[in-house]
């Protein structure tokens, strides 16, 4: 489907050039929140006379066209109309939502097996490489990259990380390690197979450091806001975002994620709710929500139990392993639309 932003302004009448007049005109739409394939029109109301040599329309500080097609990203959207007066101008600007059009499909689960999972892990990250699995474990002091026999529970290599930093997520790609640190802006690069530092990135554009994923070219990686971050692996910059929406809202606190067939498989901090919800990763559109009510229940209830988190997808099996910060048990799932 299409999207047309309809873009007009009333009749031209006087400009004037004193800075304290260029105030005069209102950037009205016809409304808030749109879904794919709605009509947007952009209108300029005048409150005192004004003339202008011409208009520049933006969609997220990028010049578009009169008539423009928005594209598939759901999400907010800064729509800006600059009006140029010889060297002078003055811009306007609003926000509009938009949402996806359909509701996101409901799956349920089947535990397939149980391994055992070490309950003071303070799960942040986890994911299979080549049949092997890797955790990044949380927490100032107790911080750790592990590499795990996940059917023993038995931890193959441990690598403590400095008592500074709460490690966060990790992703694997190309035979290196990836792991975000949360609020120090940093992340570190690891050899895979030696767990010896490569090299550390910073943070530009994302806020804090929460989950990463890859689609083996790309990383991705969430800041505990409605945006996952597209990275480049190369020059570790920040290109490009999508936000996380379904039809009634925009998702925040995006934190572990998995890249599982082509979709991203993210969890949501503090929801109150076990659910993993299904995002597509051109649009942002949450297509599908897996309810894990009751898979708490399966393991060990003490007092520094905490929230469903760690997501990695083996290749080899096919099939989900899930557990939580401070877990007994690692579970191997199948999903099952309801």
């Known amino acids: 489907m299409k999207w047309i932003f309809l873009l007009f302004s009333l009749s031209t009448v006087n400009f004037c050039e004193n800075k304290k007049n260029l105030n ?9 929140v749109f879904t794919p394939g709605d009509m947007l029109k952009i209108s300029l ?61 409901l799956f349920t689960y089947k535990i397939i097996n149980e391994y055992p999972h070490n309950i003071n892990s303070y799960t942040q990250g986890l994911e299979f490489y080549n049949n092997r699995l890797f955790e990044s474990v949380g927490l100032r002091g107790k911080s750790a990259l592990k590499e795990i026999d ?5 931890v193959i290599r441990n690598l403590p990380i400095d008592d500074v930093y709460f490690a966060e997520g990790i992703t694997l790609l190309d035979k290196k390690i990836y792991q975000l640190t949360w609020q120090s802006k940093i992340g570190f690069i690891y050899d895979l197979e030696s767990f010896k530092l490569i090299d550390s990135f910073r943070y530009k554009k994302s806020i804090e450091g929460w989950g990463l994923c890859n689609d ?17 692996p190369n020059t570790l910059e920040e290109i490009d975002f999508i936000q996380v929406t379904t039809n009634k809202s925009i ?7 998995e890249w599982i067939n082509g979709k991203i498989y993210a969890n949501i901090y503090q929801l109150n709710k076990d659910i993993i919800i299904i995002i597509n990763p051109e649009t942002g559109k949450v297509e599908g929500v897996v309810d894990f009510n009751g898979l708490k229940k399966e393991v060990k ?28 048990k690692l579970f191997e799932l199948q999903l099952i639309e309801k």
């Open 150 to 154: 996940y059917k023993s529970g038995k």
């Open 24 to 32: 005069n005109f209102i950037l009205l739409t016809n409304k808030k």
């Open 45 to 105: 109301k005048k409150i005192n006379k004004l003339e202008y040599d011409s208009i520049i329309y933006y969609r997220d500080n990028k010049k578009i066209d009169s008539i423009h097609e928005i594209g598939k990203k759901l999400g907010d959207k800064k729509i800006t109309a600059r009006l140029y007066k010889k060297n002078n101008y003055k811009e306007k600007s609003l926000n509009i939502r938009v949402l996806s059009s359909s509701t996101p499909k």
């Open 251 to 257: 998702i925040t606190k995006i934190n572990e994620m």
């Open 301 to 328: 209830n003490h007092s520094k139990i905490d929230v469903l988190n760690g997501i990695a997808y083996n290749k080899n099996s096919k099939t989900i392993f899930m557990t939580g910060k401070n877990w007994n």
């Open 216 to 232: 083996g070219k790309s990383i991705y990686k969430s800041d505990g806001s409605s945006k996952i971050w597209k990275i480049n």
